[in-house]
């Protein structure tokens, strides 16, 4: 089976740093990818980690551990607009390659 | 580069009809794409793979006659939901995987907003 969890919600202030934790158990497990959802709107892509170790990419970095079954997403020196849902999506290569979405974690930025 | 789209981006119908949502990949080709279901405040969940020129795979408990894909070309996969009900009213997310480009990363068209009367 498969499962991947996340922190339902989180708030953080203006100019802060937060890290949005991710755990998962997949089988075929290639990689795990990161994207960002306003309401209402479909996500765009934020980062993807398949070796171990942190991805930094501007003001937003990526960590993964594969042993572990664990990533983080942490965003830097936040702004108003990084108010949203961040997904945690996990690649299965089952035969074919397929995206398992997290519950997602709605991060609300307060000023 | 790497756009994808969808049309219609929000659709009304009356109970027992049928709705067909397309889903185009722009500037790139994709041999694969696929369908994700989202209902307010949860996440997506996938309900099938679409590969160009064979059947669709769906995900478990996806009835493959209610949502029939076709994946006609490289560029264009359409969903159909058949006989809507109010319980199919919800955000219908198409995402293109852009092979050779960026790691496999896949890219999301805007999404079709369903609404069931």
């Known amino acids: 089976g498969q499962n991947i969890d996340q922190p339902t919600e989180m708030t953080a202030t203006e100019g802060a740093i937060v890290q949005i934790n991710c755990t998962y158990q997949?089988?075929?497990?290639?990689?795990l990818f990161w994207y960002q959802q306003h309401a209402g709107e479909a996500p765009t892509f934020l980062s993807y980690?398949?070796?171990?170790g942190l991805e930094e990419k501007g003001r937003f970095s990526s960590f993964l551990s594969r042993s572990k079954g664990y990533s983080y997403l942490l965003l830097k020196e936040l702004q108003m607009k990084d108010s949203a849902s961040y997904l945690c999506?996990?690649?299965?290569?089952?035969?074919?390659?397929?995206?398992?979405f997290g519950t997602g974690t709605r991060l609300l930025v307060s000023p | 580069g790497a756009v994808v789209s969808q049309h219609p981006s929000w659709v009304i119908c009356k109970s027992g009809t049928s709705v067909k949502i397309e889903c185009r990949s722009l500037?790139?080709?994709?041999?694969?794409m696929f369908w994700y279901r989202q209902f307010p405040k949860q996440s997506l969940m996938l309900m099938a793979t679409?590969?160009?020129?064979?059947?669709?795979?769906?995900e478990q408990g996806v009835e493959k006659d209610k949502f029939l894909i076709n994946h006609a070309s490289l560029t264009l996969s359409t969903l159909t939901v058949t006989s809507a009900h109010p319980e199919d009213s919800s955000f219908y997310i198409c995402?293109?995987?852009?092979?050779?480009?960026?790691?496999?990363?896949?890219?999301f068209g805007p999404g079709t907003r369903l609404t069931v009367l």
């Open positions: 995402s293109a995987r852009a092979e050779g480009h960026d790691t496999d990363t896949q890219y």
């Open positions: 997949t089988s075929g497990f290639n990689g």
């Open positions: 980690n398949v070796l171990d």
């Open positions: 999506a996990a690649m299965m290569n089952t035969g074919f390659q397929k995206l398992v």
């Open positions: 500037d790139f080709q994709a041999t694969t």
């Open positions: 679409s590969n160009e020129g064979s059947k669709a795979t769906y």
